[in-house]
């Protein structure tokens, strides 16, 4: 009962099962609580000048401002949609030409196809939004330049709220339909 009971104690007795904890410890601190600074900016009137600690901190405000204005059950209800879309016809099309691909007889044919399906996968969201904005311009898009060439009104796609919920759910269908494919290859 004499023994000294204390934090420093408890580590030097255990040192190794410690040093073995502290990979999965320094993982969780970087991953999880590191991040949770970022709450702070729900409290602030944000400011670039000023940085997340320059900015004016205005408590429940933003909160007060968002419950008020009355599109939170339209924000919720969006958030809820396209993740119900991206789910399901995600995981239809992912199904699909995973099965498509592997009943291809040509192995080549099969492995370049399942190689250009995947490639989308690696494209970051930076140069998807490039991407879109080239195709989508009103001006100089790839999409209304085209219409022109026909000699047809181009289209402002930016001024089109109804049309980006199915641009939206393609483009992301685009991007993670040979990830999710190449994982129920695995399966079949």
């Known amino acids: 009962m004499d023994k000294k009971w204390g934090l420093l104690a408890e580590l030097k007795k255990n040192k190794v099962l410690f040093l073995m904890l502290s990979p999965a410890l320094i993982f969780f601190i970087v991953n999880n609580y590191f991040p949770m600074v ?21 408590g429940l405000k933003n909160f007060d401002f968002l419950f008020k204005s009355n599109t939170l ?90 049309i980006w919920k199915y641009l939206i759910v393609g483009f992301y269908l685009w991007k993670w339909l040979g990830y999710g494919t190449v994982i129920y290859l695995a399966t079949i």
């Open 38 to 58: 970022g709450i702070y900016y729900a409290f602030t009137r944000f400011d670039f000048r000023g940085g997340l600690f320059g900015s004016p901190f205005i």
């Open 73 to 162: 059950l339209t924000i919720t209800q969006n958030t809820i949609l396209y993740n119900l879309a991206f789910i399901i016809i995600g995981n239809v099309l992912q199904i699909f030409t995973a099965i498509l691909l592997s009943e291809l007889i040509g192995k080549w044919f099969r492995k370049i196809t399942q190689t250009l399906i995947f490639l989308p996968y690696f494209v970051s969201y930076v140069i998807l939004s490039v991407l879109v904005y080239n195709l989508f311009n009103h001006e100089y898009g790839f999409i209304n330049t085209l219409l022109k060439s026909f000699h047809m009104q181009p289209y402002d796609f930016y001024n089109s709220p109804e």
